[in-house]
Nanobody, 125 residues
Framework: QVQLVESGGGLVQAGDSLRLSCSASGGTIDYRTMGWFRQAPGKERQFVAAISWGGASTKYVDSVKGRFAISRDDAKNTVYLQMNSLQSEDTAVYFC??????????????????WGQGTQVTVSS
């Protein structure tokens, strides 16, 4: 049973940067796509970014393209989300997730079988 733990969230001002980390234990992230999702109060969980096994392919929701970057270090069993130029609209709880697949279905929550508990990101304007 893989456990995912997110860290790095916090309260920042608009324009600031944060780097989220997602560490896996009890299993590896090898051979699987890893993703980040977020959920704001009163809203559905939204896809943010995903990275395929090996890191050759990444995908982002349009609203974060050019500002966020997802990466992975399989040797450390860790996935990262670098968030730059943060905006108040980015305020949410951010979750990392491990897909059932090595590629494809990146933006579909049902494609993911393991989820972390989330880390809060709050951006003040």
């Amino acid at each position: 049973q893989v456990q995912l733990v997110e860290s790095g969230g916090g309260l920042v001002q608009a324009g600031d940067s944060l780097r989220l980390s997602c560490s896996a234990s009890g299993g590896t992230i090898d051979y699987r796509t890893m993703g980040w999702f977020r959920q704001a109060p009163g809203k559905e969980r939204q896809f943010v970014a995903a990275i395929s096994w090996g890191g050759a392919s990444t995908k982002y929701v349009d609203s974060v393209k050019g500002r966020f970057a997802i990466s992975r270090d399989d040797a450390k069993n860790t996935v990262y989300l670098q968030m730059n130029s943060l905006q108040s609209e980015d305020t949410a709880v951010y979750f990392c997730a491990k897909s059932k697949y090595s590629s494809g279905g990146d933006d579909i929550p049902a494609s993911y079988e393991y989820w972390g508990q989330g880390t809060q990101v709050t951006v003040s304007s």
